[in-house]
């Protein structure tokens, strides 16, 4: 789910010279959280709680190297959670390099966000580890991420802020789509299908954090250059995520012995058409860009209520 991370960020530099972020320091006036480029309280939901589920997987089972069902949705997933454990590290550096001054619901929402991304950090480790027992490569791609994030660090935090919050809408819209939508998994190994649930129900639920963040870290700028830094971030986001993803994929289809033609034709039916995650979360992706957009303008809870009992015995205060 979410996610590509840092190799996202390629071409920010050439895209930024028509954006100033030259004044990108935290500002330490009054807290205050907007909604996006219009300035109204944000919708964020009063009464949202962020939960900590502590739940471990995939320690004891042997799920079948096309634990999906298919070649095509376990290669693509793979390749998602291979990114996982540096981007979310990524992620919450990203968020906590503007939380001075947040308003104190704020403060414990950010909180309780990195505990979830470490938590999945671990998780994901623990499951590309069995892509790897049964023979996949997945530390070229996690390598190459890592060489991506390099990339970052002389970059400006609220760039690399940005293009959080643009992934960070990437894994609300996918984790909605496989929550919702019982076909996405209908054939996986039933642990590795409870991660993924559980990882999905997470990303719904801390979805506004990394955009709340941002609307307090540039509630000084004006209303276009938000929603344009914005915008722009998640067109990169977009090429890049999809560019890499699909590079990933077919590196490990190829493993599977699945080249050419078959294996395009192979993983862009499962992209676009069944059970096609990319072209059922395009009218959420084009939402993102609509001024005043804020995550939580769609409030989806009713996605974690349905997941939430499987993991009443782990749950932990936020």
């Known amino acids: 789910m979410e996610s590509g991370i840092a190799d996202l960020l390629t071409g920010v530099s050439v895209s930024l010279t028509y954006i100033d972020v030259s004044n990108t320091e935290p500002f330490m006036n009054a807290p205050a959280r907007f909604d996006s480029e219009n300035g109204k309280t944000a919708p964020t939901p009063a009464d949202l709680s962020i939960t900590i589920r502590d739940e471990r997987f995939n320690r004891s089972s042997e799920p079948a190297r096309w634990w999906a069902g298919d070649a095509f949705g376990t290669a693509w997933h793979n390749a998602l959670s291979a990114t996982f454990p540096r981007g979310e590290a990524f992620f919450i550096e990203a968020v906590k390099a503007h939380?001075?001054?947040v308003d104190p619901k704020l403060a414990e929402e950010i909180r309780a966000f990195v505990r979830q991304e470490i938590n999945h950090t671990r998780e994901h480790v623990a499951f590309n580890r069995l892509a790897e027992a049964h023979g996949y490569d997945i530390k070229t791609i996690d390598k190459r991420v890592e060489q991506m994030l390099a990339l970052t660090r002389d970059r400006p935090v609220i760039v690399n802020l940005a293009a959080t919050m643009?992934?960070?809408?990437y894994t609300a819209m996918m984790a909605a789509e496989f929550l919702g939508n019982p076909q996405h998994f209908a054939n996986a190994d039933p642990e590795v299908r409870r991660m993924w649930e559980w990882h999905a129900?997470?990303?719904?639920?801390?979805?506004?954090?990394?955009?709340?963040?941002?609307?307090?870290?540039?509630?000084?700028?004006s209303k276009w250059r938000r929603w344009k830094l914005r915008s722009l971030m998640m067109l990169i986001v977009?090429?890049?995520?999809?560019?890499?993803?699909?590079a990933d994929s077919?590196?490990?289809?190829?493993?599977d012995g699945i080249?050419?033609?078959?294996?395009k034709w192979g993983m862009f039916s499962y992209l676009a058409w069944k059970p096609g995650v990319v072209r059922r979360i395009f009218p959420a992706w084009l939402a993102y860009f609509r001024p005043g957009f804020h995550p939580w303008g769609h409030d989806d809870r009713a996605l974690i209520a349905k997941?939430?009992?499987?993991?009443?015995?782990?749950?932990?205060?936020?």
Do not use: C
């Open 259 to 263: 080249t050419g033609w078959k294996a």
């Open 166 to 169: 643009a992934l960070e809408h």
């Open 238 to 246: 977009s090429f890049n995520f999809f560019r890499n993803r699909w």
């Open 201 to 221: 129900t997470e990303e719904i639920e801390h979805k506004g954090v990394a955009f709340d963040t941002w609307n307090h870290a540039t509630r000084n700028w």
């Open 307 to 318: 997941y939430e009992g499987e993991f009443a015995d782990a749950l932990l205060p936020a």
């Open 250 to 255: 077919m590196e490990l289809l190829a493993q």
């Open 99 to 101: 939380r001075d001054g």
